[in-house]
């Protein structure tokens, strides 16, 4: 637990200097990124409450003038994950942090997920993170593609095409997780096949 709040102190403090709050909000943006318009809709559905990857990777989108931030679900680890709580309550609270630093806490919605993994192949989880996903890949008023990042577990998006299959139709889902190949690289010691 030590390592992650180390690392997290030591994000904050990173962003703080290098991107001052103020220059984050819509109001405070000048120049260049006040001309780029969103070229994309993006859900960020990540385990923010685990190792430090995946505030990196909320903060390189919400940071980003190129994408158009729908929603964060913060998703569970297992109970314990690198020593943190693992809950979906938890990484909200990180992905909260986060937010409040770009000055965001009040524009971009943070979803909880169930705390749980899928108990078969055919039973969706119903949640708010899985209504959000649905209904922002229905929308008919938008153009922008919409992008579904998911960083870990693939419980929310499957439970959503669950319960709405054409949204398959609808959205591009972008996914980093998964075993290891032992064609591309050695597995670190350790290693086991089990991924959620």
Not at 65 to 79: K, N
Request: aromatic share 8%; glycine share 8%.
């Amino acid at each position: 637990m030590g390592n992650i709040k180390h690392f997290g102190n030591l994000f904050y403090l990173l962003f703080i200097t290098v991107f001052p709050p103020t220059c984050v909000s819509q109001e405070g943006l000048t120049g260049l990124e006040a001309m780029v318009t969103p070229r994309m809709r993006v859900i960020i559905d990540n385990d923010l409450g685990g190792d430090p990857d995946g505030l990196f990777q909320l903060a390189h989108h919400l940071l980003s003038p190129s994408v158009e931030i729908r929603g964060i679900i913060a998703s569970h680890l297992y109970a314990q994950g690198f020593g943190a709580p693992g809950t979906s309550e938890y990484a909200r609270e990180k992905a909260m942090e986060i937010l409040k630093i770009l000055n965001l806490d009040k524009t971009i919605p943070v979803y909880l997920d169930k705390n749980e993994s899928l108990k078969d192949m055919n039973t969706a989880m119903n949640s708010d993170a899985v209504q959000a996903i649905i209904k922002e890949a229905l929308r008919t008023d938008t153009d922008l593609p919409l992008y579904v990042v998911c960083g870990g577990g693939l419980t929310n998006i499957a439970s959503a095409y669950l319960l709405e299959p054409k949204i398959s139709e609808k959205l591009i889902l972008i996914w980093i997780g998964g075993p290891e190949y032992d064609d591309l690289a050695l597995p670190p010691p350790g290693y086991t096949p089990l991924e959620y």
